[in-house]
């Protein structure tokens, strides 16, 4: 299951996103896995989350991010929810690329496959997003 938050800056969705992971914490009884750019939700979110700073990465494509989210879940059997926060920042693109509508659709299928929930942020006007974006909303 893949839910995108989608809007422009200042539109709450790093706070939206934040309870979203505090939640999850409480709530699941797997893992619950934070890719962020940035160390910006590092004294927001609960110690228990673990935070991964993509900066540190290079991540040039979605190809190279689907390989380090199932490197993830790989090395990690017990991750139920992965928060994906600025999709677009961490993968240099724009919100309209054909790629973030198949990247969210590749996270589906593996989410499912798998049983893990994604929560994805895209800093974008949400009127620009494609009918194949619009369906994760």
Not at 61 to 86: C, M, P, Q, R, W
Request: proline letters at 1%; aromatic letters at 10%.
């Amino acid at each position: 299951m893949v839910r995108v938050i989608m809007g422009v800056k200042g539109t709450g969705k790093t706070k939206q996103m934040i309870e979203l992971i505090n939640t999850a914490v409480q709530n699941e009884h797997g893992n619950v896995v934070c890719i962020e750019r940035g160390p910006k939700l590092t004294y927001d979110i609960n110690y228990k989350i673990r935070l991964v700073e993509a900066s540190h990465y290079d991540m040039k494509d979605y190809e190279f991010l689907k390989g380090f989210v199932s490197g993830l879940y790989a090395g990690n059997y017990d991750i139920t929810h992965v928060f994906i926060d600025s999709l677009t920042k961490i993968v240099p693109s724009e919100a309209t690329d054909l790629a973030v509508e198949e990247f969210l659709d590749w996270l589906n299928d593996f989410g499912e496959d798998n049983n893990i929930k994604f929560t994805v942020t895209i800093s974008a006007d949400s009127s620009l997003a494609s009918d194949g974006v619009k369906k994760y909303f």
